[in-house]
């Protein structure tokens, strides 16, 4: 059976587990530090901090930036639940604005319109569907016009690059970016995520909440006769001064993140010439269309979407992806929109607020696109949906 998504893991990856499970660092070395370099100079941003999964980057990025209880937040409705709940974890509410039809990302004129509408908006969660990047700077414009922190979900689109240069995470136009290392996404640690800004604030923050909230670095103490004897610091001695987690990443997977990290870019050559052999090869259909597909060289391509007007085929995507799956593929669906989610219906969303999104949720399916998919397949594929479609 081959999926939507798969990670590839080769002898070098499993050596370096390997390695780090005999170093005896198994967690809180110096891998994680290591693997947060890594990727920091690699997107341009000042810091990076390396957590336990894309979730709890999410989270953490959101309590950095201090959103609290009563706050709002927008994001996108074509996105992973996750990118919207992160505003419920602080106890701030999520709200959405719709996407552009062509990228598939938040459409900055209704991101306007919705911060209108809300009055005070808090916080702004843009995601770059399928590893295409938002206009980061219209999205910073309307933001700073509403006094809005700006957090970028780029757990799709690590290596990709902005349209106006750089790339995605150097935080040029937001103050934190997000990146998932769950086995789907471009590089996979299991389960890990990360943050990057340029705010040394916001990175000391950060060290602490993945941490209990315990000082980190030259953090000063409060309690400065617990904390010194005779005036030298006791070296058993920390503070606990705010609340935080455990979202730690171990090293073993800053191993792993590392070993991946040397293949990322043959993983987006490769998924890139993947998507621009979809292209090409739908280039005929009219009733396939590739999405996003004038961005293919930017993109990460973590997804490769078309539009299927299911409908008006007389076809039910559900009947269509089980036909599919006969065939030996598996499709999927990017995204159900956020606000279709019981969570976020019994909130008062009602289906038709956001059409442009649930238009393209009606008529979207994400075909097979990893480094390791075939060719053969990838052309018997299309074959398979050119005869189902006939
Ligand atoms: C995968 C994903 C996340 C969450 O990442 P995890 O590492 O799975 O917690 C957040 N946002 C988006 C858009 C994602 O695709």
């Known amino acids: 059976m081959i999926h939507y998504g798969r990670h590839h893991i080769d002898e070098d990856d499993i050596n370096a587990v390997v390695e780090q499970l005999r170093s005896g660092w198994l967690t809180q070395g110096p891998k994680v530090s290591e693997f947060e370099t890594v990727v920091a100079n690699y997107v341009g941003a000042r810091y990076a901090v390396a957590v336990s999964n894309g979730t709890a980057a999410l989270h953490l990025a959101c309590l950095a ?14 996105t992973f639940v996750a990118s919207a709940n992160a505003a419920h974890f602080v106890g701030a509410t999520a709200h959405f604005a719709d996407i552009d039809a062509r990228t598939l990302n938040i459409d900055p004129i209704a991101l306007a319109e919705e911060c209108r509408t809300l009055g005070k908006v808090k916080a702004i969660i843009p995601v770059h569907f399928a590893g295409l990047a938002c206009d980061m700077q219209a999205i910073r414009i309307v933001a700073e016009k509403y006094g809005a922190i700006v957090i970028e979900d780029a757990a799709h689109a690590l290596g990709a690059e902005y349209h106006e240069g750089g790339r995605v995470g150097n935080c040029r136009n937001s ?28 990175y000391r923050k950060l060290l602490r909440l993945r941490s209990h909230g315990i000082n980190k670095l030259d953090d000063p103490f409060e309690h400065r006769d617990d904390a010194y004897t005779d005036g030298e610091k006791n ?23 590392l070993s991946q990290f040397q293949k990322l870019e043959n993983f987006l050559d490769r998924r890139r010439a993947l998507s621009m052999r979809y292209d090409q090869a739908f280039k005929k259909s009219g009733n ?44 999927q669906v990017h995204y159900i929109p956020a606000h279709y ?4 219906r019994k909130k008062g969303y009602l289906p038709g607020r956001y059409p442009v999104s649930e238009q393209y949720f009606d008529e979207c399916l994400s075909l097979p696109l990893f480094y390791g998919l075939q060719e053969a397949s990838q052309d018997h594929l299309v074959a398979c949906i050119a005869e189902l479609l006939h």
Request: charged share 20%.
């Open 341 to 344: 989610h019981p969570f976020y």
């Open 288 to 331: 396939v269309t590739p999405q996003q597909n004038e961005g293919r060289q930017l993109s990460s391509m973590h997804l490769y979407v078309v539009r299927i007007p299911f409908q008006q085929l007389g076809i039910r995507r559900h009947h269509f992806m089980s036909r599919l799956r006969d065939y030996g593929y598996t499709t």
């Open 235 to 257: 070296a058993w001695y920390y503070e606990m001064q705010e609340l935080g987690f455990n979202y730690r990443i171990t090293d073993i997977q800053a191993a792993l993140g």
């Open 175 to 202: 103050d934190m970016t997000i990146f998932s290392f769950h086995p789907v996404k471009m590089i996979t640690t299991g389960e890990g995520g990360m943050i990057t800004t340029n705010s040394e604030v916001y």
């Open 65 to 78: 930036a201090g959103v609290d209880e009563g706050d709002r937040v927008i994001t996108t409705p074509n």
